[in-house]
């Protein structure tokens, strides 16, 4: 065998897609498995405009891009991550994968011809199964973070997630001098409840509850259950008349909302705590104090009210 | 570890390549993106793996980082990173020519990573009589993940790298980004070889 017909050989007998382009972008070359997969006659494909044969593809784009490699005379490359694929073709995965077309990585490179003719090269492999594979692990990854920011029950921020948030948002405020706010409320007699209805009904007036908070608050607003039937709520740039606002809304909200359990209709009230940051709170735990003292507050004043952290009530009565 | 750095002569003979085909990059780029590129003088120095984590990880500002494997005759090989602060991503469909809505920052991110480096890479190879290839390029850390993440779970198998950074500067586009050349340890005798037997033919 002549090292040409070695060529040719190999050519045709590669797992790669080769097609070779003029500057009039005319196709002069495709190998054999290209013409299987495009399931085309080589006839009807060699000699014809590429855009005439694959209408598909995104021809402005295409059109810069091999100007890139006949200007430059250096390779281009197209990773299926940023499209998916250039060429409607078949794969070799139809049946265990849900990939229509198959996803593709090409490179375009430079070829210079021996009657000094520019071509470019464009080289096509098959990575549906990467492309597979990755797509799953990036969902996975994805449900995985999700799961460790979410309250199984709830489906709210977690504990660990909301205070993350607050670490932020404290350091965020004090940078730039913002407003900052944090409820925080609690279930009155939560254990009674748990007690005359059971668990189960505990966990549907926790779920409802949440739900029923989730639905009053701003897009910006950062809802997590802190504890038990203890739930948190930072609020990005507002100022105590904001917060308290909200936090009448909630009580009233909570106080309001009937939920039917089996049989019965459980009613709760919450007790809610309200502070702002102030300048003498230099981490966020002081602003979670403070928030926490008022909650204590108003429990000890007789339940389902709002209280505000003793240093703002002064502010309160000036304005 | 000393035998691996560059004498004098060797790193102004390095230099003096490298200027040239730089040159002859700026005036294809231009060419081509039609505006002017600017390429600021490198700095060519050894580093080690803890400075790679410290010149790419403190840098807070560096949103995305693009990488590009290059492998020539002679054991030239090496891995370009491009630098990009993020307020510089804004304008490049425009520079590259394509309509904003044909394609992703990110896809245009890695299509110029691929053009300055292809380019300058090329040129410069033609000047030690080479001819490079190159890998897929790849985005290493966008705008979502920090590039001290991604280098923070490495583990090296290279202690000494000898780098080249030049810095792109497109001012119609107010554009900057670095390009920053790594010639892993186990190549930086086969380039001091090219670059001896240039020394030896003047």
């Known amino acids: 065998m002549s090292p040409n017909d070695i060529c040719t050989d190999i050519t045709n007998k590669l797992n790669t897609g080769i097609l070779i382009i003029d500057n009039q972008y005319n196709i002069v070359f495709w190998n054999r498995y290209l013409e299987i997969h495009a399931n085309r006659k080589t006839d009807d494909v060699v000699g014809y405009n590429i855009f005439q044969v694959f209408p598909e593809l995104p021809q402005k784009w295409l059109k810069r891009k091999v100007e890139s490699v006949f200007q430059l005379k250096s390779q281009s490359f197209c990773s299926?991550?940023?499209?998916?694929?250039?060429?409607?073709?078949?794969?070799?995965?139809?049946?265990?994968?849900?990939?229509?077309?198959?996803?593709?990585?090409?490179?375009?490179?430079?070829?210079?011809?021996?009657?000094?003719?520019?071509?470019?090269?464009?080289l096509i492999e098959d990575v549906t199964d990467v492309c597979h594979y990755q797509t799953m692990l990036n969902k996975t990854l994805e449900e995985l973070a999700q799961a460790n920011r979410i309250d199984g029950l709830t489906q709210i921020f977690n504990r660990k997630h909301w205070e993350e948030c607050l670490e932020k948002e404290f350091s965020r405020a004090r940078r730039y001098q913002h407003g900052l706010a944090l409820i925080m409320f609690d279930l009155d007699h939560f254990k009674l409840l748990n007690d005359t209805y059971g668990h189960l009904g505990g966990?549907?007036?926790?779920?409802?509850?949440?739900?029923?908070?989730?639905?009053?608050?701003?897009?910006?607003d950062l809802f997590g259950r802190y504890g038990g039937e203890e739930f948190a709520i930072i609020l990005p740039n507002t100022d105590i008349v904001g917060a308290l606002d909200v936090a009448e809304r909630i009580r009233i909200a909570i106080s309001k909302n009937i939920i039917n359990f089996q049989e019965s209709e459980i009613k709760v009230t919450a007790s809610v705590g309200v502070a702002v940051i102030s300048k003498e709170d230099k981490r966020h735990e002081d602003l979670i104090s403070n928030a926490d003292l008022a909650l204590y507050d108003a429990k000890a004043s007789g339940r389902n009210m709002v209280c505000v952290a003793k240093q703002l009530v002064e502010v309160i009565k000036t304005e | 570890m000393s035998e691996l750095n560059l004498n004098e002569d060797q790193q102004d003979c390095l230099q003096e390549i490298i200027n040239v085909a730089m040159g002859q990059a700026s005036d294809q780029l231009a060419r081509y993106l039609d505006t002017f590129v600017y390429l600021k003088v490198p700095s060519i120095e050894q580093v080690s793996t803890l400075s790679l984590i410290e010149t790419l990880g403190s840098n807070e500002n560096s949103a995305s980082v693009v990488s590009q494997g290059f492998f020539g005759y002679e054991g030239i090989r090496g891995e370009a990173l491009l630098v990009y602060k993020p307020k510089d991503s804004d304008r490049l469909a425009d520079l590259l020519g394509y309509e904003p809505d044909e394609l992703s920052v990110e896809e245009q991110i890695i299509d110029l990573s691929s053009i300055l480096t292809t380019t300058f890479l090329n040129v410069f190879a033609k000047q030690i009589d080479n001819q490079m290839s190159y890998s897929a390029p790849r985005l290493l850390a966008g705008s979502q993940s920090a590039v001290s993440d991604h280098l923070a779970q490495q583990s090296f198998n290279w202690d000494l790298a000898l780098k080249v950074k030049i810095t792109y500067q497109v001012t119609d586009y107010s554009f900057n980004c670095d390009m920053i050349l790594f010639i892993p340890e186990s190549a930086i005798n086969n380039i001091k070889a090219v670059i001896n037997r240039i020394l030896e033919e003047f």
Not at chain 1, 204 to 217: D, F, M, N, R
């Open chain 1, 80 to 122: 299926w991550e940023q499209r998916h694929h250039l060429f409607e073709l078949q794969h070799t995965r139809p049946i265990s994968t849900n990939s229509h077309f198959m996803a593709q990585n090409c490179t375009f490179l430079p070829l210079e011809r021996k009657d000094g003719s520019d071509n470019v090269c464009i």
């Open chain 1, 203 to 220: 966990d549907l007036v926790l779920i409802e509850t949440a739900k029923v908070i989730s639905s009053l608050l701003r897009l910006g």
